[in-house]
């Protein structure tokens, strides 16, 4: 995967954070995710398709999504539920949606929003695209943005579909 | 005026509902019903006479083009809002040639879909 398509999605998710939750993020160092654990405990997964495809999965911290919940729903959640659920799908949809808008020579359609809770869930990324981890830092908490896509240089049958376990 | 019209929203997030809802709200329109996915949209649409429609894009079951479509097809012409992710200038093409009335890209600031919805309601 190549590093420029990155800034996209990067500048996607503090612009989410900063527009929808009023909440300043901290980018950290980009890396090359080595493990296929996501670092936290609620992760909002979309896989795109078109000319690239892979996965984009946002990890948060439930501290964050707690007070995401407070910002965006107006109501105090203090346990990881429906309403939890739905809103780390929104966030992860809108970051996907967001970056693919800026990668239009892909024509990438985004998919629906799986979120996956519970500690050492796994994520199952395209083996021939591994992906890149941004760690960022909120005054909530932390959270991860990891980032899978390959080009296509074959047919689209050809290609090995990404894989959510 | 504002107070009395009839809004369907329709979106498959029920947090992005409840945040159109607010500011439904807080311009004085409270008569509101939702539908999580396109096909409920269509369904409540040919049930009930609306004033105003907000409807996402990527929805389970139709999507909000889908909407558009089977609401022009009626010949209705009422106001319809895409509030969606599809920022790209053919998606935007797209929804205009199916008859959206206007578009807000996500994320939003509270205060745009506040004035679209100001606009279209008060018209």
Known sequence: MKVEYINPFVNATTDVFDTMLSCPLTRGELRLSGQDQPEHDISGVIGLSGDASGLVVVSIDKQVAFQAARVMLCEPISTINADIVDLVGELANMIAGAAKAKLDDFELSVSLPTVIVGTNHVIGFPSNARPICIPFESPWGSLCLEVSLKEHEEPIANQEPAAVA | ?123
């Not at chain 2, 879909?113 to 606009?119: F, M, V």
Request: zero cysteines; aromatic letters at 4%; proline letters at 2%.
């Open chain 2, 1 to 123: 005026m504002i107070m009395s019209a009839k809004v369907l929203v329709a979106d498959d997030s029920g947090t992005m509902r409840k945040i159109i809802i607010r500011s439904l709200n807080a311009v004085g329109v409270t008569d509101v019903t939702e539908a999580a996915d396109g096909a409920e949209a269509l369904l409540k649409f040919a049930e009930e006479q609306f004033d105003l429609v907000l409807t996402d894009w990527n929805m389970p079951e139709k999507t909000g083009l889908e909407v558009i479509e089977g609401i022009r097809g009626q010949g209705s012409k009422v106001p319809i809002v895409m509030i969606t992710t599809e920022a790209e200038q053919r998606r935007v093409l797209d929804a205009i040639r199916a008859g959206v009335s206007d578009y807000l890209v996500k994320p939003f600031q509270a205060d745009q879909l506040r004035e679209k919805i100001d606009k279209l309601v008060s018209v």
